[in-house]
């Protein structure tokens, strides 16, 4: 390695580099600076990856890693960094790991005590929640939705009553389908943002409750062409709405107290209403 190499990175060492999601301008002089200098660069794509190292005039060695062979190639690329090589790791686009190949190696490489370097920059989800006007303090990734129907449905009903901002990631020839089965177990009011071609040209950003966001799409078939974030606001239960843990108490207690304590207690304890605790108690326990 050069000396300029050597200011550059740390050998040994395993650097994870976002690159652009969609607009070149995005990516970071320390990206640029680390894909220049390491001694190789392993890429889910090396055809994919080559071009960005050629717009940006960089010429380091490529390897390829990918899903079916990550598994496999993981020791070998151990073993160079052992030996001292250092790599960076790269997807197509975004942040490696992130619904894209590089945990298997990332975790061999921790465990076996090898440097990892995360680089911040690009990444679709971040990118289209802090434009959709959704709620961000807490949220919770779920990658990729299964490809068939069954699947999808099954995933939406895990969901169905989870507070956090929900996001997805759907291809365009899929997203119909989705929406279709997500509305079949949301429901038309749940609001949801699709966010597509994000930092490219024709970026869209709109929300619209469930219902009115499907016909939307089919106004234009413009609007299903690119990769697409989909977010789904979290579930906000009804202030009237019982919790099952509440009836459970109130049940409970109804054995042992009058039913009018009985739920006042229960009330208390699970933040509900004490008078439709009373009520429901009126019509299923006396």
Not at 182 to 193: D, K, S, T, W
């Amino acid at each position: 390695m050069s000396e300029t190499n050597s200011c550059a990175v740390d050998v040994a060492t395993l650097y994870i580099v976002p690159t652009p999601i969609g607009n070149l301008a995005d990516i970071t002089q320390r990206a640029l600076d680390v894909l220049a200098n390491v001694d190789l660069i392993a890429a889910e794509d090396t055809r994919h990856t080559s071009r960005l190292l050629s717009h940006f005039s960089i010429s380091t060695r490529t390897f390829a890693l990918h899903d079916h062979n990550e598994q496999q190639k993981a020791d070998f690329l151990i073993e160079k960094l052992q030996a001292g090589t250092s790599i960076a790791l790269v997807s197509d686009a975004g942040t490696p790991l992130i619904s894209d190949p590089g945990y298997h190696l990332v975790n061999r490489c921790r465990q076996a005590g090898v440097k990892v370097v995360p680089l911040p920059g690009p990444c679709a989800v971040i990118t289209a929640l802090s434009g959709a006007g959704l709620p961000s303090d807490r949220f919770s990734f779920e990658g990729f939705l299964p490809p068939k129907s069954k699947g999808r449905r099954d995933t939406f009903t895990s969901l169905e009553n989870d507070e956090r901002t929900l996001i997805f990631y759907e291809s365009p020839h899929r997203i119909l389908d989705s929406l279709a089965d997500m509305l079949a177990v949301l429901g038309p009011e749940r609001q949801v943002v699709l966010a597509r071609e994000l930092t490219k040209t024709y970026e869209t950003i709109h929300g619209a409750p469930l219902g009115e966001l499907i016909p939307w799409l089919n106004e234009d078939s413009n609007r299903l062409r690119g990769e697409m974030v989909v977010l789904v606001a979290g579930h906000r239960a009804d202030k009237t709405e019982l919790s099952p843990e509440a009836l459970r108490t109130v049940t409970l207690l109804a054995k042992e107290l009058p039913l009018k304590k009985a739920a006042a207690l229960a009330a208390e304890i699970h933040s509900s209403k004490k008078n439709a605790l009373y009520k429901w108690g009126l019509e299923n326990l006396e």
